[in-house]
């Protein structure tokens, strides 16, 4: 296992468009934590899931966004009817309690045009 | 080596000298800290962590120290390197398990 997973990289869309992204955690962990980041800030916390059950959700995460985790594994992360505003990195990170620190994959930058 | 006092977006030094990045957290309660390095187009990496019971941490090349009293968290990097350039992130764990973040700090570190 090489550590967070994420696909795609980049995604360029045109706004309106629905988008999905994945998050693959490092395999044994069982807390996956989303995340969105725009350029000079620190990542702002959107939700996590400790296994399959989506435990917390921010208020940043308006109704056209959706997350699952069905099998607690991977996640997706879906934006429907995309906006300017959304455009930002999108990360995932994974931990399990007891772990130290939270590991951060590479995250997918979003651009609507 | 620099230090700076209060938090800067920008910190610059030569290389080979000290850093000290500064950070103010916010929740008296959370109980774990960490700092982060994220360079251009990548993730935020784990450099290193403290929790609550203790006052100092060293790593390599790094050292933490966390200050409950005025709630502030600084990280020093001992002769730092080029590829020490990045922006620098304290992070708080609140008590539902998520990461809040700080302002990040841009080192730069001049040859």
């Known amino acids: 296992d090489t550590g967070v997973s994420q696909d795609p990289r980049h995604k360029i869309t045109k706004r309106g468009q629905n988008v999905t992204f994945r998050c693959d955690p490092i395999s044994e962990h069982n807390r996956l934590y989303w995340y969105r980041q725009t350029l000079g800030q620190g990542p702002e916390f959107l939700t996590y899931?400790?296994?399959?059950?989506?435990?917390?959700k921010s208020r940043l995460l308006s109704d056209r966004f959706s997350a699952e985790r069905p099998k607690g594994s991977f996640s997706t992360l879906e934006i429907q009817r995309t906006e300017q505003g959304d455009s930002a990195m999108y990360l995932c990170a994974s931990t399990q309690p007891g772990l130290s620190g939270y590991t951060f994959g590479s995250g997918t930058r979003l651009t609507v045009v | 080596g620099e230090s700076v006092g209060l938090h800067l977006p920008t910190l610059s030094v030569q290389e080979g000298d000290n850093s000290i990045i500064n950070c103010a957290y916010s929740?008296?309660?959370?109980?774990?800290f960490i700092w982060y390095k994220q360079e251009s187009g990548k993730g935020p990496q784990f450099i290193i962590d403290?929790?609550?019971?203790?006052d100092k941490r060293q790593g390599q090349r790094v050292t933490v120290l966390l200050n409950k009293t005025v709630k502030h968290l600084s990280l020093q990097i001992a002769a730092t390197q080029p590829g020490d350039s990045a922006v620098y992130f304290c992070a708080e764990n609140s008590n539902t398990g998520k990461l809040i973040f700080g302002q990040g700090t841009t080192l730069q570190v001049k040859p």
């Open positions: 929740n008296s309660a959370s109980d774990y």
């Open positions: 899931f400790q296994n399959e059950a989506q435990l917390e």
């Open positions: 403290i929790r609550s019971n203790m």
